[in-house]
Nanobody, 126 residues
Framework: QVQLVESGGRLVQAGGSLRLSCAASGRSFSSYVMGWFRQAPGKEREFVAAIRWSGGSTYYAVSVKGRFTISRDNAKNTVYLQMNSLKPEDTAVYYC???????????????????WGQGTQVTVSS
């Protein structure tokens, strides 16, 4: 049974940093893409970042490029999202997701992901 468990969300001041973690279990993710999405109150879910587990190619939303970094630790089966220079508009529930396709098409579409975590709340105060 695949499980994705996020952690690390909390209240932080604008300009601060946070690192989110996503512990993945239940299968090998070597042929998967791991993504982070977020959903703010009253807004649609949006893509944040993704990484190919094998090879480590990364992809970012324009709104976070240069501030956020996605990475993975193969030994720990964990994906991270390092968030720097946080802004109040980064406030959202952040979700980890896994996609069993390496195709670029659909990388940014949450509907193309197969597994989801429960989410972790990130709140950035001004």
């Amino acid at each position: 049974q695949v499980q994705l468990v996020e952690s690390g969300g909390r209240l932080v001041q604008a300009g601060g940093s946070l690192r989110l973690s996503c512990a993945a279990s239940g299968r090998s993710f070597s042929s998967y893409v791991m993504g982070w999405f977020r959903q703010a109150p009253g807004k649609e879910r949006e893509f944040v970042a993704a990484i190919r587990w094998s090879g480590g190619s990364t992809y970012y939303a324009v709104s976070v490029k240069g501030r956020f970094t996605i990475s993975r630790d193969n030994a720990k089966n964990t994906v991270y999202l390092q968030m720097n220079s946080l802004k109040p508009e980064d406030t959202a529930v952040y979700y980890c997701a896994a996609r069993g396709s390496l195709l670029y098409s659909g990388m940014y579409d949450g509907g193309q992901y197969d597994y989801w975590g429960q989410g972790t709340q990130v709140t950035v105060s001004s």
